[in-house]
């Protein structure tokens, strides 16, 4: 639904709610013999429409805050008058359809805007463009939706030469792509390729890739790797992307010099349309992207000549002409020819959609199981490989991609063949003595003067990432979906949008996996507009549904090993399936987003697997939206720490006075990208919960994961209920925002931290040989460690005893007045055993039996008269050597002391 005010948003949803109730109201017309289950059929579609409406109308933004209660209430109205309509319909026998939202407007207004790249215009790709397109008179207009050119008026970049002559039956681009500034200062001109160079055959041991002036070697390397997957493999890879192409499906010369190019760009295939002038400097000498027949064991001086008719090492051949006009349409697409960085696998994604993969070599990196993995795969032909170095590579080009073109385990050792794309001499120039350092450190076997060949371990302790990129065939079941991140509200400043649950795009994924190795992988990619736009750092959580268990499980304290915001192109999370439905939550989240960004998620499942995505698009009615902060008195770490209770809880108490309807709840938990975070919901009443348990869990986010948390849960029953926010380590602080939406109406409010309000004090001491006297019954109860409490007046006391390091200890805290010793037994006491120490008198308060629990035992708050008392923490077994902490509350000013 399209509009641009409030009023139209307004006015158009409150047109179809009308509608809606005028269908309803018909029912009242209708002749006797009428079936009535068509008008109410129409009614409930157009109540759900009007729902929807509604929906976007409060996600836009534009609703002032005054109106906004306004607007939810009608949106309530609608979805309960829908749900009548739903129970009236199913009363009479029929079924409603899944109330789901058409999001198919939405998102083809996405993949359209995504068309436009760097001021290129780009359109979806339909069908390969016919013959007629290429040949010399043509109208020069290619099949729709295809551009003929940019719209941009612009000339060859500053700096350049036209040629000096142009045929008037030639196309011509009225945009060239922009020049690097290593391009620019060797006077560059655009200059048709030589006709033999469209002549090639390949030449025995494949091509090897030259990255041309500029800076786009990750593009060189993963073409590289492409080439030598052709030739192993027999494949094509980036080679049919070229049109026009022969029957053979090989790329030709066009006639009137237009070529299409089709890639992967912005979330669907596309085409861009360039001519085929190419950058050459004055000299002859190409100034882009060129290949040349692999020659082991020569150097620069030698003069080979090849099948192809041109020289194997002559710096003015070009090899296959479809490769450099392939890259200068990518190049166009991409703002020029100069582009940053050193990870290949979104360009070979662009070109192939082969699945892109990035892994990062350092602590962490499971060197054993990813060789398995990619060895394996490299054996079937099912992944291309590329490498990046960092900033500090000794004996490598600081920040370049290099590919891979063999893998192999070679008696025992596991080698691969590397190139470096770009020149030897140019690049490593003032690198020098770290190739010689590399060299004699890694006992490299050079091929040429740009292969070597490296262990799996120098590999990855040399370069900084793994760059993969996997045959989709692997996984040919697929499924995508597009949406659009808007832009935060600036003018909002109760909480970050960004953090918001309501923003954060959410897709339920269902997969039904008929293998026990199956698979489903979900790559998040972002939508580029312009090269001077920054990407977000974004990342993509999946949980798995577990509605069907509620209250069965015990979530353990595992966590995701690293951080999966990324400031990438593409995101991919592997997820396993088990045999049988599998239901995940997709959740996509970014971190300081600042502007309206399109997304794109595609689902890859194993074959024989029916998969299924689905927008969780429609908002639950009723919502509350808490934003804290986790302090280092409140970050309590994980349920395996002591201090886990200390975590922030809330009450959360779901439907009306008197409801006994069952509801759909959604927590989302958005916090500090560096911070593992977990939510869950207890039988807890609305009041602090100190220990968890499997009967106490109704329902988890799952594995703690960095920077959200997500989980839903159906059919909860009205009530009070207990909700724990935690964050996976101990004492670290963090800001968070924490959404509940339900389909009741609910309330949350913060569960006050135990001794909240009162004056507190916390001793620390040892169980020592000495000191550990164990329980009552064990006859050495008074060796226990005491502190002494001085009340000044009456006051209601609190204490929690914990171990330092939690264990399976059986603890006690008790608290007893103080009495005068005589000849070392307390009259009415149990006895010192220390002379003329003080004696334990009458008890007071006690925290009860005997109990082995990771956040201690706690004495309940208990009204006392002023007086001395002692505090006496005990283990049951005597002995037990060991550290404890006691945390004492009281409403009035007190000390606490070891006596």
Request: aromatic fraction near 8%; charged fraction near 20%.
């Amino acid at each position: 639904m399209a509009f641009n005010t409030y009023n139209e948003g307004l006015k158009s949803a409150s047109s179809i709610a009308n509608r809606a109730i005028a269908a309803e109201a018909s029912l009242s017309t209708l002749a006797l013999h009428t079936a009535p289950l068509p008008t109410l059929l129409r009614a409930f579609s157009l109540y759900v429409s009007a729902a929807e409406a509604y929906s976007h109308l409060l996600a836009s933004n534009l609703v002032p805050k005054p109106e906004r209660l306004a607007v939810q209430k009608k949106w309530r109205l609608v979805l309960e008058r829908a749900e009548k309509v739903k129970r009236r319909v199913e009363e009479l026998g029929g079924k409603v359809g899944m109330a789901g939202i058409d999001e198919s407007a939405e998102e083809g207004a996405v993949v359209r805007r995504g068309g436009r790249v760097n001021g290129v215009v780009a359109g979806e790709w339909r069908q390969p463009p016919g013959d007629h397109e290429f040949a010399v008179g043509s109208t020069l207009a290619p099949s729709a939706p295809l551009p003929t050119t940019s719209t941009s008026s612009s000339t060859p970049p500053s700096g350049s030469r036209s040629p000096a002559s142009r045929s008037l039956s030639l196309w011509r681009d009225a945009q060239q792509p922009e020049l690097a500034p290593e391009q620019l200062a060797l006077d560059p001109e655009w200059a048709e390729l030589p006709a033999e160079s469209w002549a090639w055959t390949l030449p025995e041991g494949g091509w090897r890739v030259r990255q041309g002036p500029g800076a786009d070697c990750s593009v060189t390397a993963g073409l590289g790797a492409c080439l030598a997957h052709n030739a192993k493999w027999g494949t094509s890879l980036a080679q049919d992307s070229l049109y026009p192409q022969a029957v053979s499906g090989r790329p030709r010369r066009s006639e009137n010099a237009k070529h299409v190019v089709k890639l992967l760009l912005n979330g669907a295939w596309r085409g861009v349309v360039v001519d085929s002038l190419l950058p050459r400097g004055k000299d002859g000498r190409p100034l882009h992207i060129t290949a040349r027949p692999a020659q082991p064991h020569v150097t620069d001086s030698t003069e080979t000549q090849t099948t192809n008719g041109t020289d194997a090492l002559n710096h003015h051949a070009t090899g296959p002409a479809w490769l450099p006009i392939s890259v200068k349409a990518y190049f166009k697409a991409l703002g020029g020819y100069s582009i940053p960085g050193s990870n290949p696998a979104p360009d070979v994604y662009a070109f192939t959609g082969w699945i892109p993969e990035r892994l990062e070599l350092h602590s962490g990196f499971r060197r054993e199981k990813e060789w398995s993995r990619v060895f394996g795969a490299w054996q079937r032909g099912q992944v291309i490989v590329t490498l990046g170095s960092g900033r500090d590579a000794p004996g490598l080009v600081p920040l370049h991609a290099y590919g891979v073109l063999d893998i192999r385990d070679q008696d025992g050792e596991r080698l691969l063949e590397v190139f470096d794309p770009g020149s030897a001499k140019a690049k490593r120039a003032d690198a020098d003595a770290d190739v010689a350092e590399l060299s004699d450190a890694m006992a490299a076997v050079h091929l040429d003067n740009d292969t070597m060949t490296m262990s799996w371990d120098e590999v990855c302790s040399r370069f900084e990432t793994l760059n993969l990129n996997w045959d989709p065939a692997m996984l040919p079941v697929t499924a995508v979906r597009h949406w659009s991140w808007p832009k935060p509200d600036q003018a909002d400043n109760d909480m970050d949008e960004s953090l918001s649950l309501r923003s954060s795009p959410r897709y339920r994924v269902t997969a039904t996996a008929t293998r026990p190795d199956a698979h489903v992988w979900l790559l998040l990619s972002q939508h580029q507009s312009a090269k001077d736009v920054p990407l977000d750092d974004v990342a993509l959580h999946v949980f798995r549904d577990f509605r069907g268990a509620k209250g069965t499980r015990l979530a353990q304290p595992a966590h995701q090993e690293t951080n999966p915001y990324a400031n990438a192109l593409h995101t991919l999370v592997r997820f396993p399936l088990r045999q049988g439905e599998n239901v995940l939550n997709a959740v996509a989240s970014r971190d300081r987003g600042i502007f309206q960004t399109g997304f794109t998620l595609r689902a890859f499942a194993s074959e024989g697997t029916r998969l299924e995505m689905t927008r969780v698009s429609l908002n639950l009615p009723f919502s509350e939206t808490i934003s804290s902060a986790l302090t280092k008195r409140s970050a309590g770490g994980h349920p395996g720490q002591a201090t886990h209770h200390m975590n922030p809880q809330y009450k959360l108490v779901l439907g009306g006075a008197g409801s006994s309807k069952a509801s759909t709840l959604r927590f989302g938990l958005h916090g500090a990208c560096d911070l593992a975070w977990n939510v869950k919901l207890l039988w807890g009443n609305g009041e602090r919960v100190f220990e968890l348990s499997s009967e106490s869990i109704i329902a988890s986010s799952g594995p703690f994961s960095y920077g959200m948390a997500y989980c839903e849960i159906d059919d909860v029953e009205a009530g009070a209920y207990t909700v724990l926010v935690s964050s996976y380590e101990r004492d670290v602080p963090g800001n968070y925002t924490l959404s509940v939406e339900a389909s009741s109406p609910l309330t949350v409010t913060q569960i006050p931290q135990e001794g909240a309000g009162m004056y507190a004090r916390s001793v620390s001491g040892q169980w020592t040989t000495a000191t550990a006297g164990g329980r009552p019954s064990g006859g050495n109860y008074a060796a226990n460690p005491r502190v002494e409490l001085v009340l000044s007046q009456p006051a209601t006391l609190q204490a929690r005893l914990a171990l330092t390091v939690p264990g399976p200890v059986p603890v006690n805290l008790t608290i007893f007045k103080r009495v005068a010793s005589v000849a070392g037994v307390a009259e009415g006491g149990t006895g010192s055993g220390a002379g003329d120490a003080p004696g334990l008198g009458e008890q007071v308060a006690t925290s009860g039996p005997y109990v082995e629990r990771v956040s201690g035992v706690g004495l309940p708050r208990t009204k006392v008269p002023a007086g001395v008392y002692l505090a006496v923490p005990s283990t049951y077994q005597g002995g037990v050597v060991g550290g404890w902490t006691m945390d004492v509350w009281a409403n009035v000013a007190f000390s606490a002391e070891l006596a």
